[in-house]
Nanobody, 117 residues
Framework: QVQLVESGGGWVQPGGSLRLSCVASGFVFGRYPLGWYRQAPGKQRELVAGIISEGTTNYEDSVEGRFTISQDYAKKTVYLQMSSLKPEDTAVYYC???????????WGQGTQVTVSS
């Protein structure tokens, strides 16, 4: 079955950086576009970055230029490099299938990112 295990979150001051990782299993890695979602307290989960294929990525406007999504086929891992972090980036971050496919029915536990001074 599909398993998604996120890690790399933590507390960081505004302007700082973090790199999130998501190890995927239970499906053929590379068959589907994958993305990073986030859910802030009291808000709906939103897709912030997607990787359709090598060289084809898309980003939500508020993270464009600050976040970079990438993937390693050998490690079956998708990454989210986050820089110039802002307090409004505070959320639980999840990876999952994205874009025209929509997410799998299974979600990982997510990883908490907290940006504050």
């Amino acid at each position: 079955q599909v398993q998604l295990v996120e890690s790399g979150g933590g507390w960081v001051q505004p302007g700082g950086s973090l790199r999130l990782s998501c190890v995927a299993s239970g499906f053929v890695f590379g068959r589907y576009p994958l993305g990073w979602y986030r859910q802030a307290p009291g808000k709906q989960r939103e897709l912030v970055a997607g990787i359709i294929s090598e060289g084809t990525t898309n980003y939500e406007d508020s993270v464009e230029g600050r976040f970079t999504i990438s993937q390693d086929y050998a490690k079956k891992t998708v990454y989210l490099q986050m820089s110039s972090l802002k307090p409004e980036d505070t959320a639980v971050y999840y990876c999952n299938r994205c874009c025209t496919w929509g997410p799998f029915g299974t979600w990982g536990q997510g990883t908490q990112v907290t940006v504050s001074s």
